[in-house]
């Protein structure tokens, strides 16, 4: 017992100081639904094979059961109606759900190792004591589990019948074993967001009547049984229903989707990836969607050569949802859409595949590491195919400087603004978490580039990607991985970022002679680059590091600028005096951050000579 103790003494220091003690639990599905396309219900067998890696003993077990969020009274409805800006997708249509058009998962029957073990359902989770049948550390076992659930009118990403006419769009549509890690059990109801899973294998058989076409996470193992775009090929089938039999490796959470008037378009990309586009063809959707293919498979070199090579073999574009909603190897996204929209859902989605699928964070604390860095990467590629010419509208120096002056202007500051550290179910409104979620998000990495230089920036996205694919970073993760590419000090930056809502505020105060006096009005440090133009349009940048940094970043102007590596200035310090190089005669202009790459909350003063903006 000293023994064992020792050994978790060990491993929970590790894990406190990096990835020599990380560990993650392992589970792997294999299911089978057989589907009941009249009543809208299925009945369903599982076995996930579970291997406990923690260096503890588990006397519980946790499982979502998301399709009861869709009942009446459930914590999603209620949440719905009484928060102050209802999500216009859900309102009070959870309330006027019929005994029909509910959503349910009711267990028949769950084992452990051939043995029974107790439960019962609170709301969408499934809480199992384990009693006498403990899993111990590095032991597994196999839950064996039969249930029923029926489908739920389509309110909130799952359901049927969507608003453009999709049949059955199946996301959280089985009993998902809840993670387990180093801050314990994150058995979260299913309120509105996000989600958290298991890495493994999913092995997952779907039995369905014959008109309909699916698509899915995952290979396709039958595709000589099935047709549908997956296979010129047919064994002829006389039975009634189709058995479709996807398998997916390394992913932590499965969807599909079906209805009988898909058209299927097949698309291999540049480097073999199997691209699927399934869709309901009309007038407001057949021209854009044979036309997204080729767009997609630009995307992927560009997000392979950026972000990381995308690991899976393929990838699957759903007609389905409400919006856009990501899973592993595929993503719903509503369909009748222009072509610029359709290709923005499309990269944004498939952008997950990247931060959420392999780099799985906990969405529910985290989830500006899921949807603001895939906001930055979507905004970037996005202005990659621009300059490709394969979008309208020309590409820009910088794609976040929009957002950023957006985010200064309208939220940063305001009552309405909340820590991004805040559990994505508990912001006050929906408003504060879209914001701080998908736009400060985006912001942070933004802000990172800048403090640390596009380069090294760069390569530390690599590095962060390269390793930490397929687990679990946190934003400590993230930062140590930044600090060690750049050379620089940024604990600083994620208290600021992630545990306030303080913010830069810089402005030019006095210029006279050839001394510039700047002020720090604003609570939260930035570096700065203050541009000078000279009357004869000459370029001057003086870069002012922080003290805090313990470092600078490289110099990337051009050669013709005349550039200036200042003294660092200390994050107590109000005023900061900056000694030019030309008299006051000889100025046409100064200017902080004209690129535009950190919040500061009132930019008019970043000019002199002063002048007005929008």
Same mark, same amino acid.
């Given at each position: 017992m ?5 050994v978790?003494l060990l491993?929970? %220091? ?12 392992k589970?792997?599905?294999?299911? =089978? ?7 809208h ?19 519980k077990?946790?499982y ?8 009446p ?7 719905s ?16 759900? +019929? !005994? ?16 029974? %073990? ?17 899993i ?18 389509? &309110?909130r ?37 996000e ?8 092995? *997952? =058989?779907?039995?369905?009547d ?17 047709g ?6 047919? @064994? ?35 480097d ?14 057949t ?26 073999? @393929? ?16 993503t ?12 923005? *859902? ?8 990247w ?5 799985? =964070? ?18 970037? +590629? ?20 929009? +957002? ?23 912001f ?6 879209g ?7 985006? &912001? ?52 600021y970022?992630?545990?306030? =809502? ?9 210029v006279?002679?050839?001394t ?14 203050? @541009? ?8 001057? @940048? ?10 600078e !970043? ?15 200035w200390?994050?107590t ?30 930019? !008019?003063?970043?000019?002199w ?6």
């Amino acid at each position: 017992m000293k023994y064992n103790f020792l050994v978790v003494l060990l491993l929970s %220091v590790f894990s406190l100081n990096g990835q020599s003690g990380y560990w993650q639990q392992k589970a792997d599905y294999k299911m =089978t639904i057989d589907f009941d396309s009249k009543k809208h219900r299925f009945k369903g067998e599982q076995t996930i094979t579970y291997t406990n890696n923690s260096p503890d003993e588990l006397d519980k077990l946790f499982y979502h059961l998301y399709f009861n969020a869709f009942q009446p009274g459930s914590m999603m409805d209620t949440r719905s109606r009484t928060i102050r800006d209802p999500d216009g997708r859900v309102g009070d249509r959870i309330s006027k759900l +019929t !005994k029909e058009e509910i959503g349910y998962q009711k267990i028949k029957s769950l084992k452990i190792d051939g043995k029974k %073990v107790k439960y019962k359902v609170v709301g969408t989770i499934l809480e199992v004591d384990l009693d006498k049948h403990t899993i111990q550390p590095g032991q597994t076992v196999k839950l064996s589990m039969k249930f029923e659930a029926q489908v739920p009118i389509q &309110i909130r990403r799952s359901g049927r019948d969507n608003a453009e006419g999709i049949d059955y769009s199946m996301a959280q549509w089985y009993p998902k074993l809840s993670e387990y890690d180093h801050q314990g059990w994150h058995a979260n109801p299913y309120v509105g967001r996000e989600f958290h899973g298991i890495w493994g294998d999913f092995d *997952v =058989t779907i039995k369905m009547d014959k008109k309909y076409t699916i698509g899915a996470t995952g290979v396709l193992q039958n595709p000589e049984r099935i047709g549908k775009g997956y296979s010129d090929v047919v @064994v002829p089938n006389k039975n009634k229903k189709l058995e479709w039999n996807f398998i997916a490796e390394n992913v932590h959470d499965f969807v599909w989707s079906a209805d009988p008037d898909y058209e299927h378009i097949t698309h291999k990309a540049y480097d073999g990836t199997i691209l699927h586009f399934l869709y309901q063809p009309n007038e407001r959707t057949t021209n854009n969607w044979k036309n997204l293919p080729r767009v997609m498979d630009v995307a992927l070199k560009y997000l392979n050569e950026r972000f990381g090579k995308y690991p899976y073999p @393929v990838y699957s574009f759903l007609q389905g949802g409400d919006g856009g909603m990501e899973y592993p190897m595929a993503t719903l996204i509503t369909g009748e859409r222009s072509f610029p929209s359709l290709v923005g *859902v499309s990269v944004h989605e498939w952008m997950h595949s990247w931060f959420q699928m392999v780099l799985g =964070t906990n969405e529910s604390l985290y989830p500006w590491m899921d949807e603001g860095f895939t906001s930055f990467g979507t905004a970037e +590629t996005m202005n990659y195919l621009r300059k490709q010419n394969l979008l309208h509208g020309g590409s820009v120096d910088n794609p976040m400087a929009r +957002t950023i002056n957006g985010f200064s202007s309208n939220h940063a500051g305001s009552p309405l603004d909340e820590p991004i550290s805040t559990h994505a179910d508990h912001f006050r409104t929906n408003r504060a978490y879209g914001v701080g979620s998908y736009t400060k998000g985006a &912001i942070y990495l933004e802000q990172l580039q800048y403090i640390m230089g596009k380069e090294a920036f760069a390569q530390a996205m690599l590095n962060y990607y390269n390793q930490w694919k397929f687990k679990h970073p946190t934003p400590n993760d993230l930062i140590r991985i930044m600090e060690k590419e750049s050379g620089l000090e940024l604990d600083w930056y994620n208290e600021y970022m992630v545990n306030t =809502t303080k913010y830069p505020d810089y402005s030019i105060d006095t210029v006279y002679g050839k001394t510039l006096v700047l002020s720090q009005r604003g609570e939260m440090p930035m570096p700065l680059e203050i @541009v000078l133009t000279t009357v004869k349009d000459e370029k001057e @940048v003086y870069y002012i590091p922080m003290r805090i940094m313990r470092g600078e !970043k490289p110099n990337i102007w051009p050669k013709d600028v005349d550039y200036n590596l200042m003294e660092d200035w200390p994050w107590t310090h109000p005023e900061y005096i900056l000694e030019l190089n030309c008299k006051l005669d000889k100025i046409k202009k100064i200017e902080i951050n004209p690129t535009i790459n950190f919040v500061d909350l009132d930019r !008019k003063n970043n000019v002199w000579p002063r002048e007005e903006r929008e």
